[in-house]
């Protein structure tokens, strides 16, 4: 299985949906955890890196650099 790239202020695709019924989320904060927020509600949350690389399936819109 290939590595999932992503970087600060990607909004990715998450396997399950947020109850506000979208699964867009921003990346805007990447260390040991990461924090994303909800492109829907405006909710964040804080995982740590594994269950995020586990949790998400694609990024759907890449941050310019």
């Known amino acids: 299985m290939e590595a ?3 970087g600060l202020n990607d909004v990715v695709e ?3 949906q947020h109850p506000c ?3 867009a989320w921003k990346i ?3 260390g040991a955890d990461i924090r994303i927020k909800c492109e829907g509600c405006g909710h964040s949350v ?3 890196r594994n269950e995020f690389t586990k949790k998400m399936k694609k990024v759907l819109v890449k ?3």
């Open 14 to 16: 998450m396997k399950k």
């Open 28 to 30: 805007i904060r990447m």
């Open 63 to 65: 941050a310019e650099s």
């Open 21 to 23: 019924g979208t699964n």
């Open 4 to 6: 999932k790239v992503f």
């Open 46 to 48: 804080m995982i740590p």
